[in-house]
T-cell receptor
Framework: GQNIDQPTEMTATEGAIVQINCTYQ??????LFWYQQHAGEAPTFLSY??LDGLEEKGRFSSFLSRSKGYSYLLLKELQMKDSASYLC??????????WGAGTKLIIKP | IAGITQAPTSQILAAGRRMTLRCTQD?????MYWYRQDLGLGLRLIHY???????GKGEVPDGYSVSRANTDDFPLTLASAVPSQTSVYFC?????????????FGPGTRLTVL
């Protein structure tokens, strides 16, 4: 079956760095997406990885290891507005996104 | 219209009633999707459409139907609502269906079935 595993909740301090991990098992693989979702709002796209390695985009970076079925999202210089849920979503062989339940990130001053 | 819109924003519905959730996008995207999101669970795909005139079943299609008469609109119908269909419903679209096709989401419809 298809399975996504990410921590339910994490807490970090404003200005710090946090890493959100995601492990996945899918039928085929066509890349992995990370989305951000603020409470009561729609998910918005953060990053996409299809090859192994690190993709950096400003304060956010995403890493992929296809052989390990593993990805992480790295958030630097945390701001209060980064308090949100972060959704890991690999794309399977049918080009469908398989969504994790999300990691709720709480930022404390 | 800018992007993707959904209506209504929220709805309380009596069990057994019929309900259509509307979704419209102005980005000329080929693919559209309906998801439901429940607390503690990931987004679950209900139905999808890879291009106008075609639809397909997702992970949880029972009790729902869709149509795709044109590129812009993708309505979701609950023929006879049941309390287990209480959820937040998101419509999304993407330019195509291959790898690296970012999905853009509408603001969601919060549906309560009593």
């Amino acid at each position: 079956g298809q399975n996504i595993d990410q921590p339910t909740e994490m807490t970090a301090t404003e200005g710090a760095i946090v890493q959100i991990n995601c492990t996945y098992q899918t039928s085929g693989f066509n890349g992995l997406f990370w989305y951000q979702q603020h409470a009561g709002e729609a998910p918005t796209f953060l990053s996409y990885n299809v090859l192994d390695g690190l993709e950096e985009k400003g304060r956010f970076s995403s890493f992929l290891s296809r052989s390990k079925g593993y990805s992480y999202l790295l958030l630097k210089e945390l701001q209060m507005k980064d308090s949100a849920s972060y959704l890991c979503a690999p794309m399977d062989s049918n080009y469908q996104l398989i969504w994790g339940a999300g990691t709720k990130l709480i930022i404390k001053p | 219209i800018a992007g993707i819109t959904q209506a209504p924003t929220s709805q309380i519905l009596a069990a057994g009633r019929r309900m259509t959730l509307r979704c419209t996008q102005d980005m000329r995207h080929n693919a559209m999707y309906w998801y439901r999101q429940d607390l503690g669970l990931g987004l679950r795909l209900i139905h999808y459409s890879n291009t106008a005139g075609t639809t397909g079943k997702g992970e949880v299609p029972d009790g729902y139907s869709v149509s795709r008469a044109n590129t812009d609109d993708f309505p979701l119908t609950l023929a006879s609502a049941v309390p287990s269909q209480t959820s937040v419903y998101f419509c999304a679209s993407s330019p195509g269906t291959g790898s690296y096709n970012e999905q853009f989401f509408g603001p969601g419809t919060r549906l309560t079935v009593l």
